[in-house]
């Protein structure tokens, strides 16, 4: 896994260094994003020169820092955090909150659901809530975590048809937010994961062949029958807060016309 910069570096120098090696950007390529020079560049990292707030802002964009991030960049020099963390119950986000339960729901019967930084779920749809039933009341109980749910023996697991193709790319996926976030929960949560035993994989069920979709689709099992889904993950442009900034929105696209039928007489 992608080791993220060191948090017992102090100064924002060291952080900002630590960032754009992370990214493999040179100090002449990153002066020249940002309308600076590389010996400025330079003399930051290294404690010479202090930057300005909109500097340390302008550099933070140029190298994709999470918004929580940049929060403790400001911190390191001087400045105080920009972005708040609103609590997703606060009155402030209602419109965000009544919008996320429209699109969800306009999603049915397909599913769709909303998860934080940790993949807890702060929001699912009736075709979620379909596709769970039947696993462990532990796993379910507040907060639904959407990797546990997926991953655990007692959860998904046993009924996703190809459980290692599938397993391999929530990993994946988990790791490049770990190399994007300097999370330790969310380390924790991986590891947790990825140890979770899987039973050996089944040829019948996860074929050598490439699969004939365009993407890497979801088999899952319910009442006997095989449900396909592409899964597409969107999250919010631009934005100004820390908590809006960490959500993620997951739909589950039918991926051939029997789970389209089956969903739409199921709901029905």
């Known amino acids: 896994m992608t080791t993220h910069p060191s948090t017992a570096e102090q100064g924002v120098g060291p952080l900002l260094r630590a960032w754009r090696e992370q990214r493999r950007v040179s ?3 990153l002066a020249l994003r940002a309308d600076s020079s590389a010996r400025h560049i330079s003399f930051v990292e290294t404690g010479r020169s ?7 802002l302008r550099l933070a964009e140029h190298l994709d ?3 929580r991030e940049r929060n403790a960049l400001l911190l390191a020099a001087g400045y105080a955090p920009r972005y708040p963390e609103t609590p997703l119950d606060d ?3 209602g419109a965000l909150r009544e919008g996320i339960e429209r699109l969800i729901g306009g999603y049915e019967p397909y599913p769709a659901l909303v998860v934080d930084a940790l993949y807890n779920v702060v929001a699912a749809n009736r075709g979620i809530m379909t596709l769970v039933d039947g696993v462990a009341e532990s796993l379910l109980e507040p907060p639904l975590n959407a990797m546990r749910l ?7 697991a046993p009924r996703i048809r190809n459980l290692h193709a599938w397993r391999g790319h929530l990993l994946e996926q988990m790791e490049r937010q770990i190399a994007l976030h300097r999370s ?14 899987v039973p050996d994989a089944d040829p019948a069920q996860e074929p050598s062949e490439p699969v004939p979709y365009f993407a890497l689709p ?5 009442e006997g029958r095989t449900l396909s889904f592409i899964s597409s993950i969107s999250t919010f442009n631009t934005p100004m807060d820390v908590t809006v900034a960490e959500l993620a929105i997951e739909t589950l696209l039918p991926a051939d016309p ?3 039928k089956y969903l739409q007489e199921l709901m029905s």
């Open 27 to 29: 100090q002449l390529e």
């Open 50 to 56: 202090r930057p300005s707030e909109e500097m340390v």
């Open 65 to 67: 820092v999470p918004v």
């Open 91 to 93: 009155p402030a986000l």
């Open 150 to 156: 997926a991953l655990h023996p007692q959860g998904l």
């Open 184 to 197: 330790e929960p969310l380390r924790a949560l991986y590891e947790e994961v990825a140890a979770y035993p």
């Open 218 to 222: 979801l088999r899952i099992e319910h």
């Open 258 to 260: 029997a789970t389209v």
